[in-house]
């Protein structure tokens, strides 16, 4: 019942930028957490930067200063800027988020499909 979708990867030259968007449909009543994870080829997913409902941040200390992450409550949707790209970002981005789909339920984790961002020269 609850989808979340990306999209804004692409391909781009070292020191450029991208925006990823992530929307969140169906049954929902609330969002938590959300945040952005990638997963580099050979790599462990991790977690790149996660928003609270009252917009508090983390970020992981390769993409300080590099990344902001956003979210608008009315469109259900989470963003990530990421700005002076390194090869080391190539990876595929997930969205992820914590939603209830009733107040009665528990916050329960979905995942996006996820976007590749490719940063090469």
């Known amino acids: 019942q609850v989808h979340l979708v990306e999209s804004g990867g692409g391909l781009v030259q070292p020191g450029g930028s991208l925006r990823l968007s992530c929307a969140a449909s169906?049954?929902?009543?609330?969002?938590?957490?959300m945040g952005w994870y990638r997963q580099a080829p050979g790599k462990q997913r991790e977690l790149v930067a996660a928003i609270t409902s009252g917009s508090s941040t983390i970020y992981t200390d390769s993409v300080k200063g590099r990344f902001t992450i956003s979210r608008d409550n009315a469109k259900n949707a989470v963003y990530l800027q990421m700005n002076s790209l390194k090869p080391e970002d190539t990876a595929v981005y997930y969205c992820?988020?914590?939603?209830?789909?009733?107040?009665?339920?528990?916050?329960?984790?979905?995942w996006g499909k996820g976007t590749l961002v490719t940063v090469s020269s």
């Open positions: 992820n988020a914590d939603i209830r789909s009733t107040w009665l339920d528990n916050g329960m984790d979905y």
């Open positions: 169906g049954r929902i009543f609330s969002i938590n957490a």
